[in-house]
């Protein structure tokens, strides 16, 4: 099937820092959604983008889909420890989601 | 609503047992997802359902799966016979019928955690 990757794997970050994580894929995206998950836990439902060039925020968390419907990224402002987890994006449409591998988010305090 | 509702949240048992994981979805979801995940290939779609019947099981690894959904609150994955490498956590997954501005996002239930001995 039509994966989507994800970029990096891991990230560690202090306390207060940025982060970004990414999703490519090779092909148009109908729509793509993300997902958080705390260690230990399930994938939650944060945010889908439909349109071509998309920005959505959340607090401070920023959602953003790329012209050509091919890309996208979360970017967290001041990361906090509850920001803890692994970021999934998933292509979805009418069929099943297809999830990246995620980013692994560690803060430190 | 107590959302998807997933059983045992936690199964150890030796190679070659049967093992049976259960799913209710939420109440009105018509699509049900299983979905593994390890740390090696991620969450993986195993099969899914619209309206209790199966619609793609592709993603299901070997004869030795089988899920069903006798009825819109109840779906079972099944094991049959258990190896190590079936080590993963199971996640069943619910979503609203499509129409209009819906989402379709996805409500995971806590997981099933097998480990296969």
């Known amino acids: 099937g039509q994966q989507v990757m994800q970029i990096p794997q891991y990230q560690h970050v202090q306390e207060g820092e940025d982060f970004t994580t990414y999703c490519n894929s090779s092909?148009?995206?109908?729509?793509i959604q993300w997902y958080k998950q705390r260690p230990g836990g399930h994938p939650v439902f944060l945010i889908q983008?439909?349109?071509?060039?998309e920005v959505k925020k959340q607090k401070r968390l920023t959602f953003q889909f790329g012209e050509a419907k091919k890309n996208s990224s979360l970017h967290i402002t001041a990361t906090q420890t509850t920001d803890v987890g692994t970021y999934f994006c998933a292509r979805s449409g009418n069929t099943p989601l297809v999830f990246g591998k995620g980013t692994r988010l560690s803060v430190i305090a | 609503d107590a959302g998807v509702i997933q059983s045992p949240r936690h199964e150890v048992t030796e190679m070659g047992q049967e093992v049976t994981l259960r799913c209710k979805p939420i109440?009105?979801?018509?699509?049900l997802f299983w979905y593994r995940q390890t740390m090696m290939r991620g969450l993986e779609l195993l099969i899914y359902?619209?309206?209790?019947?199966?619609?793609?099981d592709s993603g299901m690894p070997e004869d030795r799966f089988s899920a069903k959904m006798p009825n819109a609150s109840f779906s079972t994955l099944k094991i049959q016979p258990s190896e190590p490498r079936d080590s993963a956590v199971y996640f069943c997954?619910?979503?609203?019928?499509?129409?209009?501005?819906?989402?379709?996002?996805?409500?995971f239930g806590e997981g099933s955690r097998l480990t296969v001995l």
């Open positions: 359902f619209n309206n209790n019947v199966p619609i793609d």
């Open positions: 109440s009105g979801h018509d699509y």
């Open positions: 983008l439909v349109k071509s060039g």
């Open positions: 092909t148009t995206l109908s729509n």
């Open positions: 997954a619910s979503r609203v019928p499509l129409a209009g501005p819906n989402t379709g996002e996805l409500f």
